[in-house]
């Protein structure tokens, strides 16, 4: 900064001015101060300003791999949100983590860089995982349903999602569905539709076959034994690319679907999904990065809200093509 000052011909309070967005200074100084930034490289400490002034817009984010198009697209719309707020995001991804001990590391980093507050924008970390953080800091989940009555967050309503899936297939005339189930610490989000979508089968009377599965390759090639032993007509996946792995199991085996058994999953946010058919639910990621960042915004100004925030995003079906009726009402 001073390097930039006596360049520009001005005070160093002036180049902090500047670059902090103050008034009193001339448009003339400001053109120079940013010129000569410009040639000198100069990039101010956002967080040592910030500090100075007892004051962060900065942010932390705690992603769950970026590599996931349903996660790769939360990224963007949270940048995009952020960036239209006026707050800088720093962000981690991490790809698997059974037990949410590297994301808890991640988080502790995160609050090492002295930000205002963090999203967790995961479903591998528990609640009871984040109540140390959440007293020593503003902290939303973005994306993964809360159960605890002290973490504030924004989530899609997965059961929602769960039993609009489940209402087209039984609409469908299925009467044999399987499901594949992820375990609860695997992926929360993922648990909750499974579950969600066998309540409601049983529900509307269909007879259900849980396939367990942690890894998103687990349970493919036991849904395809149950396809061929015609034990169900349809299996339902909690995410879509749950769904693309039966898909290509069932290719190999000399299977298809709609035509050998009905299959759908979950996400709609799959690049071409359009033009896949693949039957499935939208989740509302624009909008929830846009109330994600509108309610961190408000949790760490100056009069943060003294409720606790819970909002529920729904998204759409996407009927898609591989769900149709069973060729077989009833399965041998």
Do not use: W
């Not at 209402?167 to 992820?182: E, F, K, L, M, N």
């Not at 969600?196 to 493919?220: K, S």
């Amino acid at each position: 900064m001073e390097d930039v000052a006596a360049a520009a011909g001005v005070s160093r309070s002036s180049v902090s001015r500047v670059f902090l967005g103050q008034g009193k200074v001339s448009d003339a100084t400001r053109a120079r101060v940013f010129a000569i930034a410009e040639q000198l490289g100069y990039v101010p400490n956002i967080m040592a300003s910030e500090l100075a002034s007892r004051g962060s817009s900065v942010v932390g984010l705690l992603l769950r791999d970026a590599a996931n198009p349903a996660y790769g697209l939360l990224f963007t719309k949270l940048q995009e949100a952020a960036h239209e707020a006026g707050i800088t995001l720093i962000s981690m991804t991490i790809s698997s983590d059974l037990r949410g001990s590297r994301q808890i590391d991640s988080l502790n980093r995160l609050m090492g860089m002295r930000v205002a507050g963090l999203i967790v924008a995961t479903g591998g970390v528990t609640s009871a995982q984040l109540e140390p953080f959440r007293d020593r800091i503003p902290i939303i989940r973005a994306g993964r349903p809360e159960e605890s009555g002290r973490i504030h967050a924004v989530s899609y309503d997965e059961r929602i999602s769960a039993r609009a899936l489940a209402a087209h297939v039984a609409d469908q005339g299925h009467r044999s569905v399987a499901v594949i189930v992820t375990q609860e610490h695997a992926s929360y989000p993922e648990y909750i539709r499974a579950t969600g979508m066998a309540a409601e089968l049983a529900a509307r009377g269909v007879r259900i076959v849980p396939v367990p599965a942690v890894e998103f390759t687990d349970g493919a090639d036991e849904a395809v034994d149950l396809v061929r032993r015609r034990e169900v007509t349809a299996v339902m996946c909690p995410s879509d690319l749950r769904a693309l792995h039966l898909l290509r199991r069932l290719d190999a085996a000399g299977l298809s679907a709609p035509g050998d058994v009905s299959v759908s999953g979950c996400d709609g946010i799959l690049p071409g999904i359009d033009l896949l058919g693949l039957t499935s639910y939208r989740i509302g990621v624009e909008r929830l990065a846009e109330r994600t960042i509108a309610n961190i915004a408000a949790l760490i100004g100056d009069e943060p809200p003294q409720r606790i925030v819970r909002e529920l995003i729904a998204g759409r079906l996407l009927s898609g093509a591989t769900v149709a009726p069973p060729l077989e009402q009833e399965p041998r």
